[in-house]
C-alpha cells in the first residue's frame, strides 16, 4: 500500500504522534492553528477540510463526540489509533489543541452556512418571515457615517451618533443637515469616535433634559485616547451646560484604536457602562485600571458607596465586574431593577469566543485567563474554557458573530418577541432573537442576515426595533406586517 503523501516535516511529526514520543520540541511548530492545520492534518482531511484519506471535516457529522470542545480536544490528543487517526497530545500543547478545534469550528459552521439560506431583506418593502413575526426592513434615515447609536427624544424626536464624531437629529424623518454644535471632540480612529448618544430615562421631566455622550477622548496631545462620558443639554442645535461623568487618569490614555466598549443602562440613579481592554489584555484583570471592566456611577458621576471594591486598597471604585474583553452590548432585563436587577453584557471575543454574559457584582469574567476563542492570528491565547473562580458566559459563539448591540424588546407591536433579547452582529450582519428561560437561552433565531453590519439595535418608544446599520450607514426600524 503507497505511503500517504506527506510532505516532510509534517510526516515525521504524524509518525511520532502516532507513537507518542514526544521528540518534536513545541517551539519547532507554528503557533498559528491553520498553519498548524496545513501541516499535520491536511493530508489526511483535506486543505479545505473536505476530507480524504480521514473524513470530512465539515458535516457536522461526529462518530466519536458531539463536535464540542471536550470532545474534539480528545480525538486530537488521543486520536482514534485502530481507525487511522493519530494521536497528537505528546507533540500539541494545550493551547494548540484549543486553537485547533476552534479552527475546525469556524471552518465546519461556516461551511454549514453557505449551505442556509437566510432572509436578505434587501429592498425595504421585501417582507421577512420569521419564527414570531414577519416584519419589513423600513428606512429611517440614511447617508450617515458609521452610525453607532440612537436615541429616543420625547415627540418622535431621533438623536443619531455617527462615529466619525457628529450627533444628528432626525425629526420628521429628516435628517437634520448641520449636526449638533459644540459636541466634544473625539478621537475618530480605528474603532474609537462618537459611540453612544442617550437620553437620562427622566429627560421629559422638569429640569432634566439630559444627553449623555460616551466617546473616544483624545489626549491632550492627541496621540492617545481613553472612553469618557459627558452629559449635556442640547439648545438650538448646540451642545451646552456639559458635565463630566466619567473620565479616567491621564496614565489609562493610551495609542491604538480598539476596544472603547460602552453602552449605558440607567437603574434607579444608577449608570452602569462597559469599558474594553483598549488591547492590552492583561490589564483587564487589573483592579486599579478602568479598562476591561463594567463600571457603575451615580448618574451624575459620583461613585456608589456600596460598590464592590469600594474598600479594596488601590482598586478603582467605580469597577462593578472585570474581565471583560470589550463590552460593545449592554442592557437591563425587563421586569428587573434595584436588588433584583439583571444586567445582561455581550462582549467580542478574540477570533471565536463571543461571550453573552449575565453581569455579576464584583465577579471577574476571565479574560484573559479563560477564553473560547483564539488570537486572530490563529495563535492560541489560553488553553482554558473555564476556570475556579471565573465566571462563565451564559452562551459563547465560536466562531465569531462579532456582537455589537443588544436589547431587550420590550415593546407592544412584536407580541411574539416580548422579554426576548435581540443581538446584532458586524461580521455576519446580522440579528439574532435569543429566547430566554431562567437564565439560559432556550432557543435562537436569526432573523435576518446580510444587511449591513448591525451595531446597535434598540427598542423604540413606538414600539419599534430600531437599528443603526453600516455600509451603506442609516437608521433603519423593523415594522410588523400581517
Ligand atoms: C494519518 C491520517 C490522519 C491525520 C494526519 C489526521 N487525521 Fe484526523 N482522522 C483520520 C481518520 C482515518 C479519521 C477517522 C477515524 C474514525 O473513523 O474513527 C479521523 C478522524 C478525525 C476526527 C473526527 C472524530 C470523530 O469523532 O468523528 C477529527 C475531529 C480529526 N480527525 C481531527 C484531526 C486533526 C485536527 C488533525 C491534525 C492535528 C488530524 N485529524 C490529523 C486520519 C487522520
Not at 491553520?34 to 470530512?56: D, M, P, V
Not at 462582549?347 to 485567563?369: C, I, Q, S, T, Y
Request: proline letters at 6%; one cysteine or more; aromatic letters at 8%.
Amino acid at each position: 500500500m503507497p505511503r500517504p503523501k506527506i510532505a516532510g516535516l509534517a510526516w515525521l511529526v504524524a509518525f511520532l504522534a502516532s507513537v507518542s514520543t514526544p521528540l518534536v520540541a513545541q517551539d519547532a511548530l507554528p503557533r498559528d492553528a491553520g498553519k498548524l492545520y496545513a501541516l499535520l492534518c491536511a493530508n489526511c482531511h483535506g486543505e479545505k477540510l473536505e476530507g480524504g484519506q480521514g473524513g470530512s471535516l465539515l458535516t457536522g457529522q461526529w462518530k466519536h463526540g458531539d463536535g464540542g470542545d471536550e470532545h474534539l480536544a480528545r480525538i486530537i490528543n488521543q486520536g482514534v489509533l485502530e481507525a487511522g487517526m493519530p494521536a497528537f497530545g505528546a507533540v500539541l500543547d494545550a493551547p494548540r489543541v484549543r486553537a485547533l478545534s476552534v479552527f475546525l469550528r469556524e471552518r465546519m459552521v461556516r461551511a454549514q452556512e453557505e449551505k442556509t439560506e437566510y432572509a436578505k431583506p434587501a429592498a425595504s418593502d421585501a417582507v421577512v418571515r420569521s419564527r414570531a413575526a414577519n416584519f419589513r426592513v423600513e428606512t429611517v434615515a440614511e447617508g450617515l457615517g458609521v452610525p453607532w447609536s440612537v436615541a429616543f427624544l420625547p415627540g418622535g424626536d431621533l438623536l443619531v451618533a455617527e462615529r466619525a464624531g457628529k450627533l444628528r437629529l432626525i425629526r420628521d424623518g429628516q435628517l437634520r443637515a448641520e449636526p449638533v454644535a459644540d459636541t466634544p471632540a473625539v478621537w475618530a480612529q480605528g474603532q474609537g469616535g462618537l459611540l453612544v448618544v442617550q437620553a437620562h430615562p427622566d429627560y421629559a421631566q422638569p429640569g432634566n433634559g439630559w444627553i449623555y455622550l460616551a466617546y473616544s477622548e483624545p489626549s491632550a496631545s492627541g496621540k492617545e485616547a481613553f472612553t469618557a462620558i459627558v452629559r449635556g443639554r442640547i439648545r438650538q442645535n448646540s451642545w451646552t451646560d456639559q458635565q463630566v461623568i466619567f473620565r479616567a487618569d491621564t496614565a489609562s490614555y493610551v495609542t491604538g484604536g480598539v476596544h472603547f466598549g460602552i453602552r449605558l443602562v440607567f437603574d434607579q440613579g444608577y449608570l452602569y457602562f462597559g469599558i474594553g481592554d483598549r488591547g492590552r489584555q492583561t490589564q483587564a484583570q487589573e483592579l486599579n485600571l478602568p479598562n476591561g471592566k463594567v463600571h457603575r456611577l451615580h448618574d451624575d458621576g459620583r461613585v456608589p458607596a456600596d460598590n464592590p471594591f469600594v474598600n479594596t486598597p488601590g482598586a478603582l471604585p467605580s469597577i462593578w465586574s472585570y474581565g471583560h474583553r470589550n463590552p460593545q452590548g449592554l442592557a437591563a432585563r425587563p421586569g428587573t431593577t434595584g436588588a433584583t436587577l439583571q444586567i445582561w453584557e455581550t462582549e467580542h471575543g478574540p477570533r471565536g469566543g463571543d461571550e453573552l454574559n449575565l453581569v455579576k457584582r464584583g465577579a471577574n469574567f476571565g479574560w484573559p485567563l479563560i477564553t473560547y476563542g483564539m488570537n486572530y492570528n490563529g495563535t492560541p491565547v489560553t488553553a482554558d474554557t473555564a476556570r475556579e473562580g471565573l465566571e462563565q458566559p451564559v452562551i459563547h459563539w465560536t466562531p465569531s458573530i462579532a456582537v455589537c448591540g443588544i436589547d431587550f424588546y420590550t415593546g407592544d407591536r412584536f407580541p411574539g418577541w416580548r422579554g426576548d433579547l435581540l443581538v446584532g452582529a458586524l461580521q455576519q450582519q446580522e440579528l439574532r432573537r435569543l429566547v430566554l428561560e431562567g437564565d439560559t437561552v432556550k432557543e435562537q433565531e436569526v432573523l435576518f442576515r446580510g444587511i449591513g453590519r448591525v451595531r446597535a439595535v434598540q427598542t423604540g418608544p413606538d414600539g419599534l426595533v430600531y437599528l443603526c446599520l453600516e455600509n451603506p450607514g442609516r437608521v433603519a426600524r423593523l415594522v410588523p406586517v400581517e
